[in-house]
């Protein structure tokens, strides 16, 4: 996100949006790798697949992962990242500044070392470690009376974006179908779909499965720890979607992703497996420009901004010039990136076969 | 057969037809997560569930705009997707019950904000994971208040048929996605909010709590049960 909030409002000529906005407002572009590019509205995503097609969307509910701590008498926003265990999850630290300031512009938080306690509202993080490379980059347990997500879920505020007026309330940052809280920022490409845009896509024979995928933060306002973003993430795919998935690859049909969480599991399940399978997993896959796709035909996103690693995963789908010219269309229209913001269809080539 | 779901979430446990139902969902091995706003009066309650039960109770009001999302993220960290919701927790409005013309409006829109619109946000935030599934199921509570005209009944009454006619809708609205939602009329039951609206009631022609929670679990366990149905407890059941 740092491409976008250097220049607030206006990055790869693409404005972001303000106010918290309903998902059927989105916009849709929808980028084939050949012939020309198509637009309309994200409740018209239906008439651009096909019946039997599979959307898979992430059912992660978005944990409030900001947390307002004291360091003794110093301020500390704790963000976290991923969960380790029931009671330890990574985090990174942010100092003076809130989040009406860009990330990259928030001033350093003061150094931690193990044993340091961040004191939040009926709980505490305790430092167990920091990062060699990044001082800012933690471990930290929870200390609380309460079980750790009770607590969590009590102190805790959605991440804000520096981009937007509103302040997010939790229930901004939830998609329609999350459910277990696995994601620290909100599943933005699922947050797209609305009850009404579920029925149009099932009135059109679309078939929508889930998985829960651990989604982390995309951006720390620091470009040597953006750097090793995205860290490796959880995932599960419950029995249900696997085989729906394998049904659609056996009929000839798409596997469409709800975004670089459900692309990152999927793959991510076939480079252990050897093909999407029922199960947890961890994901390390990262997609690039040049990185074959094996599970997934095309994906429903946000619109991205050239630097972000959301558009390098882009770039695994389709060739540069294409991007670029969906970026100028975006860019012509006025279109919006990012969260709240609208939305793009992308198709890689020729459908997979095994 | 046993077609109870695993995880449910019941509002209003800290006393009454939310406590009993906490307690039998948990002794029928349903795990469940349970609200009210009296810290000691839900540690009393998870305190008549078996201790090795999965059952977890926490302060919370149902009528904080913050509430849903919070309880169901909780359900589902602590035993998985919420399957079952049961909106109970309800305020009778002003006691003595008031005629109308002597009831606030203030007392109307509380009302309506905890038995209407908090239920509405908890079966939203809960219909998620269901949506994703395609299975889960929304019980409330209602009352013959909803339905008759009863003096001084105004307010509950015009509150709880908010919350019927919502299920109305909502029953039409996931019949094809698998969801249903399913409404209990428990009757007239030794409560406190009973007592605290007939304070003059014969106590032993009430229905205990007890008895009335457990037929409603076992309303709930058959598999025959179709979306839009209405239980009466103590009557028949009306189908949809």
Same mark, same amino acid.
């Given at each position: ?354 | ?76 960290? #602590? ?33 309506? #904000? ?113 979306? =839009?149905?209405?239980?009466?407890? =103590? ?6």
């Amino acid at each position: 996100m740092s491409a976008a909030e250097a220049g607030i409002g206006r990055a790869g000529g693409l404005g972001s949006q303000r106010r918290v906005r309903g998902p059927d407002a989105s916009k849709l572009l929808v980028v084939r790798p050949e012939g020309p590019l198509a637009t309309g509205r994200i409740l018209d995503l239906g008439a651009f697949l096909s019946r039997g097609d599979v959307l898979v969307v992430n059912d992660a509910a978005t944990w409030p992962s900001s947390f307002e701590t004291a360091l003794d008498r110093t301020r500390v926003e704790v963000r976290l990242a991923a969960r380790r265990g029931t009671d330890t999850f990574r985090a990174v630290l942010f100092g003076d500044g809130d989040h009406h300031v860009p990330t990259e512009r928030r001033g350093p938080p003061p150094e931690v070392t193990p044993g340091a306690r961040l004191v939040a509202r009926g709980l505490t993080f305790v430092v167990e470690a920091v990062d060699a490379a990044s001082p800012r980059l933690v471990e930290l347990r929870v200390e609380s009376a309460r079980p750790t997500a009770e607590a969590l879920l009590l102190a805790g505020r959605p991440v804000q974006y520096a981009h937007m007026d509103d302040e997010l309330a939790l229930w901004d940052v939830q998609t329609l179908f999350a459910s277990r809280p696995w994601s620290f920022e909100m599943p933005s490409a699922t947050r797209l779909l609305s009850a009404r845009g579920l029925a149009a896509l099932r009135g059109r024979g679309v078939v929508v499965v889930p998985l829960t995928h651990g989604a982390g933060l995309t951006s720390t306002g620091d470009a040597a720890l953006d750097a090793r973003l995205p860290f490796d993430e959880p995932y599960d795919i419950p029995e249900a979607t696997a085989e729906a998935v394998r049904a659609a690859r056996a009929a000839g049909r798409r596997v469409v992703a709800a975004g670089t969480s459900v692309v990152r599991a999927l793959e991510g399940s076939f480079a252990a497996n050897g093909s999407v399978v029922a199960g947890g997993g961890t994901t390390s896959w990262l997609g690039a420009a040049g990185v074959p796709l094996h599970a997934v035909d095309a994906m429903l996103t946000g619109l991205h901004v050239p630097g972000e690693s959301h558009f390098e995963l882009l770039r695994a789908f389709l060739p540069q010039a294409r991007l670029d010219a969906a970026t100028a269309l975006a860019a012509r229209e006025g279109w919006v990136a990012h969260e709240f913001g609208d939305a793009m269809l992308v198709f890689r080539g020729p459908l997979l076969t095994f | 057969m046993n077609h109870l779901p695993q995880t449910a979430l019941v509002t209003g446990v800290s006393r009454g037809l939310g406590r009993a139902l906490f307690v039998e969902l948990a002794r029928r091995g349903v795990a469940v997560l349970g609200t009210g706003r009296d810290g000691a009066a839900l540690a009393e309650t998870r305190a008549l569930a078996p201790a090795s039960a999965k059952a977890h109770v926490v302060v919370a009001d149902v009528a904080d705009k913050t509430t849903p999302h919070r309880l169901a993220a909780l359900a589902a960290d #602590l035993f998985g997707p919420v399957d079952l919701v049961v909106n109970n927790a309800a305020t009778l409005g002003p006691v003595p019950l008031p005629p109308l013309a002597d009831a606030a409006c203030e007392d109307l829109e509380a009302a309506l #904000l905890v038995n209407a619109i908090a239920p509405f946000r908890i079966a939203k935030a809960a219909l998620g994971g269901m949506l994703a599934r395609g299975r889960g199921t929304l019980v409330h509570v209602t009352s013959d208040a909803a339905v008759s005209a009863y003096p001084g009944w105004g307010v509950y009454g015009a509150s709880k048929a908010a919350l019927d006619q919502l299920a109305r809708v909502w029953t039409e609205e996931l019949r094809d996605v698998g969801v249903r939602v399913l409404a209990v009329d428990p009757g007239e039951m030794d409560t406190k909010m009973h007592a605290e609206a007939v304070p003059d009631a014969d106590r032993a022609t009430l229905a205990q709590p007890d008895d009335v929670a457990r037929r409603i679990v076992d309303w709930l366990a058959r598999g025959d049960v179709a979306t =839009g149905s209405r239980l009466v407890v =103590g009557g028949a059941e009306v189908p949809s």
